[in-house]
C-alpha cells in the first residue's frame, strides 16, 4: 500500500528522554499526512539512568543506549542524522551548518543541556570527562579508563560537582578500578555546602557515610574555576592536586539556543507553559533539560524528561491537527534511585530514605524495562491509514482531492515557479565547457567537448535507500557516477531525472531541494555540473541522474579485458542490500547502518585513477546484481575463470548478522538465479542448489555474493605484481577496507587444452 501523502512535517530535534516516547507514541497511532522527523547529531542516545552502571561495569554499553536510528526505523520516523545549529521561527525551518534548514510545522526540542564550564579550553582538554552533553560521555570515558588502566603510577581523579550524578560517578568510578594494584584516588569537589542539596538530610547522611567508607575524600565550599598545570584552580585562587578530571557541575543552555529569537530564562533555557509549548512561539514544544516551566520549574533530571514523553506527544499531535491542548501537571516529589557504584543504592523522595541491594535491584529492574520499551522488535508497525484529517485534506492541491484525476504527459510535472524555487538556492559551480545552466532557460543544456575526447553516458534512478533526502541525493549521484568511474571518464555533467508524488507544493519544493542539494554536493566534488533535469509525478519518489563524462579514446577500460595472472581488487565493503533490508523493519544497528550510509557516500573517484595507475585491465562497479553478477559479466564469452576468495572479501558491519537472520533485498532472489550457473561445480552455496552445476552445499557466507548494493565499490584486475600496492594505496586514500578477493584464472586446462568446464565460471575458494 502507497504511503499517504505527506501534508505536515512534525520535527522532534535531539533523541533525548522524552522523543524516544514521542516516537514510540506515533508509531501506534500515526496521523496520516503527518511526517515526524528525527533530527540528532547521534545515532543513539544514553539512558542517563544507566550511564553510572556502565563506568561501574554492571552493564555494556549496548544496554544503556537506545538506537535512534533503529528505532526510528521500527516507528516509521524519518531520521537525520545531523547537528542543528540554529532556528528561523519566522521562515519555520531547523538550520544546520552544512546541509540545507528542514522546514517544519510544528517543532519539538529536546536537546539535553551542556555543563556550566568555566572555558573552553576546559571541554577540549583531553584529562577533562566533561559529563555533558550525555551522547558524547562513553567516547570520553574509554579515554578517561585507558588513562587510568594504562598508569604506572597511582592517579588522582577530581569529580567536580556534588549533584547527584557527579556521586555517582564518584562511587562508580571507585568501584571500577577497585581491583587495581594501583587504583586511583578519588575527590569530590564542589561549590556547595553539602552534596546532593536538592535531596532530604537522611539520603546526604547516608551517602556521606559510603563516600568515607570507600575513601572519598569531599571538598565541600569550593568552587573550581580552571584547570591548572598539576590540577584544578579553585575561585578562591587555590590549586587542587589530580591527574584527571570529572566535571559533573550544573547544566547549562547550548549556546544556538539563544539566538534562536525563542523566550528563555536567565540560564539561557527555553521558557515553556502548562502545555510544554514555547512562551513566545506556539508552533514550538520544548522538554527536558533544554526547557524550563514557567508554570511548574523543576529540576533539570531525566526522570522529568521521560515523564514528559507521553503528555509531549498528545499535544504534538493536537497542535499538528489543530486541536486544544492538553495542560500536563509534573509530579512535585518524586523517587530518585541513586546507585552507589556496587550493586546498591539509595532511595529518595520527599523527606523519606532508604538503602540496600534491595534498592539497586529496583532500580535495575526499571531501568531494563525502560530499555525494553525502546528496542525495536521487529513487529509490524499498523498500517497507516491513507484518510488524510479533514484539516489536512484542505491542503492538498486542489486537484488531488477534487475528483482524483490527474493529468498525465506534461501535465503532470511540478510547476514552473516550484521548480525554480527548489534549483534558486543550489550552490552549482560552473564548468568551463558547459555553455549554459539551470536558470537560463535554454531548451537544453549545450556542453563543449574536446577534440581528442570521447563522451561517456550513462543513466540510472531508484526510490530512496535512505529516508534523508539530502543524503539520498548524495548517495543517487554517487551511484550514478560510479558507471563513468568504472569506465575511467571524468565526469562532466548530469541531468535531473525526479518522480514526485502529489503533495502540497511546500512540501515538494523543500523535498526537491534537499535531494538536489545533497547531489550537488556529491556532482561538485566529481567535478561535474547539474545541467538539468525533469521531475515527473509519480506514485513516490525516485531520483537518478544522466550523466556525462570526458575520456581519453585511448584510456577506455571496460568490464572486458581481465588477463590470466591478475589479481581481483575490490574497493568497498559488500552488504547495503540486507542492511537496508534489515534496517526497514528496524532490525539492523544504526552504527551499522551508520558506517554503511558513509560507505555509500565514499566516491570511487580516486580509487579508479589508484586502479589504473597499477596497471588495471577491466574495472566494474558492483551495483544492483550483486557481486557475483558483475564478475560474471566480466568473463561472459571468455576462457577465463575467477578464483573467489570468499574469507576474503570485505563487508560492511552487521551484513553477515542481517543475513543470518533472513535479511535480504527483494533482488537477492533473482540475483542468486541469475549468477548460479556461473558458479563451478565445487562451488558450495548455503541455503541454494538450485541452478548450480553439482548443487553441493558448503556452510560458507555465501549468500553476501548475491547481496545487490547500492554506490558500491569498483572491482577490477590488477598484475599480481602490482596488486599488493594497489590495496596499500586505496586503504590510504580512504578505501579502508578495498582487498584482493580473487585472482584471474585460465578456464582451459593446459595440461589437456581442454576447457576445465563448458564455460568461464567462477570459483569458491
Ligand atoms: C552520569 C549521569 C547520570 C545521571 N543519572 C541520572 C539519573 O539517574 N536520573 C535522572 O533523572 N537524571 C540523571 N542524570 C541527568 C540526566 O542526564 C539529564 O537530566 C537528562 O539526560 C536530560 O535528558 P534530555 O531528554 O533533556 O536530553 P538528553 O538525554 O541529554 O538528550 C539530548 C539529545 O539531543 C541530541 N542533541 C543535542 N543537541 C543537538 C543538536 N544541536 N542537534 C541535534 N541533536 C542534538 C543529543 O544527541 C541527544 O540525543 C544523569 C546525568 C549524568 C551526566
Keep these: 500500500m502507497l504511503a499517504p501523502p505527506v501534508v505536515k512535517d512534525l520535527v522532534l530535534v535531539g533523541g533525548g528522554h522524552s522523543h524516544v516516547s514521542v516516537l514510540k507514541a506515533f508509531a501506534m497511532a500515526p496521523v496520516a499526512g503527518l511526517r ?31 538506537d535512534l536510528m533503529a528505532l526510528s526505523a521500527s516507528c516509521g520516523v524519518r ?48 584529562a577533562v570527562l566533561v559529563a555533558k552533553p550525555i551522547d558524547q560521555f562513553l567516547d570520553k570515558w574509554r579515554r578517561l579508563e585507558a588513562q587510568i588502566e594504562g598508569a604506572s603510577e597511582q592517579l588522582k581523579v577530581c569529580v567536580v560537582g556534588g549533584g547527584a550524578a557527579g556521586v555517582e560517578l564518584a562511587l562508580a568510578t571507585q568501584f571500577r578500578f577497585r581491583a587495581l594494584a594501583l587504583p586511583p584516588k578519588l575527590e569530590i569537589v564542589t561549590a556547595g555546602g553539602d552534596i546532593l542539596e536538592m535531596h532530604n538530610a537522611g539520603v546526604r547522611r547516608r551517602l556521606r557515610r559510603i563516600l568515607n567508607e570507600r575513601g572519598i575524600r569531599l571538598t565541600t565550599d569550593t568552587r573550581v574555576t580552571q584547570r591548572s598545570e598539576s590540577g584544578v584552580t579553585t575561585a578562591a585562587g587555590g590549586n587542587i592536586e589530580c591527574d584527571a578530571v570529572l566535571w559533573v557541575t550544573q547544566a547549562a543552555a547550548a549556546s544556538w539556543l539563544a539566538e534562536s529569537g525563542l523566550d528563555s530564562d536567565e540560564h539561557g533555557f527555553i521558557t515553556i507553559n502548562e502545555y510544554l509549548q514555547s512562551t513566545s512561539h506556539p508552533c514550538v514544544f520544548a522538554v527536558g533539560d533544554v526547557a524550563t516551566s514557567v508554570t511548574q520549574p523543576r529540576p533539570k533530571a531525566g526522570v522529568f524528561a521521560v515523564r514528559q514523553g507521553m503528555p509531549l506527544a498528545e499535544n504534538l499531535r493536537r497542535a499538528a491537527l489543530g486541536e486544544p491542548l492538553k495542560a500536563f501537571k509534573p509530579q512535585r516529589r518524586f523517587l530518585s534511585l541513586i546507585s552507589t557504584g556496587n550493586r546498591y543504592a539509595i532511595a529518595s523522595r520527599g523527606r523519606w530514605s532508604a538503602e540496600g541491594q534491595w ?42 482531492v477534487a475528483d482524483g484525476m490527474r493529468c498525465g504527459g506534461c501535465g503532470g510535472k511540478l510547476g514552473a515557479d516550484a521548480l525554480s524555487q527548489a534549483l534558486r538556492p543550489l550552490k552549482i559551480e560552473r564548468r568551463h565547457d558547459v555553455r549554459s545552466d539551470m536558470m537560463s532557460r535554454d531548451d537544453a543544456a549545450i556542453v563543449a567537448v574536446p577534440q581528442d575526447r570521447l563522451v561517456a553516458l550513462s543513466v540510472d534512478a531508484f526510490r530512496p535507500i535512505v529516508d534523508d533526502p539530502f543524503v539520498f ?189 533472513g535479511w535480504y533485498s527483494s533482488l537477492h532472489a533473482a540475483n542468486q538465479r541469475a549468477a548460479m550457473p556461473w558458479l563451478s561445480a565445487d562451488n558450495a552455496i548455503a541455503g541454494s542448489t538450485e541452478g548450480t552445476r553439482a548443487g553441493a552445499i558448503r556452510p560458507v557466507n555465501s549468500a553476501i555474493l548475491f547481496d545487490p548494493q547500492t554506490a558500491g565499490g569498483l572491482v577490477g584486475g590488477v598484475p599480481a605484481d602490482r596488486a599488493a600496492a ?30 576445465d568446464l563448458e564455460i568461464a565460471h567462477i570459483r569458491l575458494c
Design 36 to 66: 515526524v522527523t528525527l533530527v540528532s547529531r547521534s545515532y543513539q542516545s544514553p539512558y542517563s539512568g544507566m550511564l553510572p552502571g556502565v563506568v561501574a561495569g554492571h552493564y555494556q554499553s549496548t544496554h544503556a543506549y537506545i
Design 79 to 126: 531520521f537525520i542524522n545531523a547537528e542543528v545549529s540554529g532556528l528561523n521561527l519566522t521562515g519555520r525551518a531547523v538550520q544546520f551548518e552544512r546541509r540545507p534548514p528542514l522546514p517544519f510545522d510544528v517543532l519539538s526540542l529536546n536537546t539535553g543541556s551542556t555543563p556550566q564550564v568555566a572555558s573552553k579550553p576546559i571541554q577540549d582538554d583531553p
Design 359 to 400: 534498592v539497586w535491584r529496583w532500580k535495575d529492574r526499571i531501568d531494563q524495562r525502560f530499555m525494553h520499551r525502546f528496542t525495536p522488535d521487529g513487529a509490524m508497525r499498523p498500517e497507516p491509514d491513507r484518510r488524510l484529517p479533514v484539516s489536512f485534506a484542505a491542503l492538498m492541491p486542489k486537484s488531488a
Design 473 to 661: 541525493g548524495a548517495i543517487a549521484a554517487n551511484h550514478c557516477l560510479n558507471d563513468l568511474y568504472a569506465m575511467g571518464a571524468e565526469p562532466q555533467t548530469a541531468l535531473a531525472i525526479v518522480a514526485l508524488p502529489v503533495w502540497p507544493e511546500a512540501k515538494l519544493v523543500s523535498e526537491l531541494h534537499q535531494m538536489l542539494a545533497g547531489a550537488v554536493q556529491m556532482l561538485s566534488a566529481a567535478g561535474a555540473q547539474l545541467v538539468g533535469g525533469h521531475t515527473s509525478e509519480g506514485s513516490e519518489i525516485s531520483l537518478g541522474f544522466s550523466v556525462t563524462g570526458l575520456i581519453d579514446g585511448q584510456q577506455v577500460l571496460g568490464k572486458r579485458g581481465l588477463r590470466a595472472g591478475d589479481k581481483l581488487i575490490i574497493t568497498k565493503p559488500l552488504g547495503t542490500g540486507c542492511l537496508f533490508a534489515a534496517h526497514m523493519r528496524g532490525q539492523a544497528h544504526g552504527s551499522a547502518i551508520a558506517t554503511a550510509i558513509e560507505t555509500m557516500r565514499l566516491s570511487n573517484r580516486a580509487a579508479s585513477t589508484i586502479l589504473r595507475t597499477h596497471g588495471a585491465s577491466a574495472v566494474t562497479d558492483v551495483t544492483g546484481f550483486g557481486l557475483v553478477g558483475h564478475l560474471a559479466e566480466m568473463i561472459r564469452d571468455s576462457k577465463l575463470a575467477l578464483e573467489l576468495f570468499a574469507d576474503s572479501l570485505p563487508l560492511l558491519p552487521g551484513a553477515l548478522d542481517a543475513l543470518a537472520s
Design 726 to 755: 594497489c590495496v596499500d594505496e586505496l586503504r590510504a586514500n580512504g578505501y579502508s577496507l578495498a582487498a584482493v578477493i580473487g585472482s584471474v584464472v585460465s578456464a582451459v586446462d593446459p595440461t589437456t587444452e581442454e576447457r
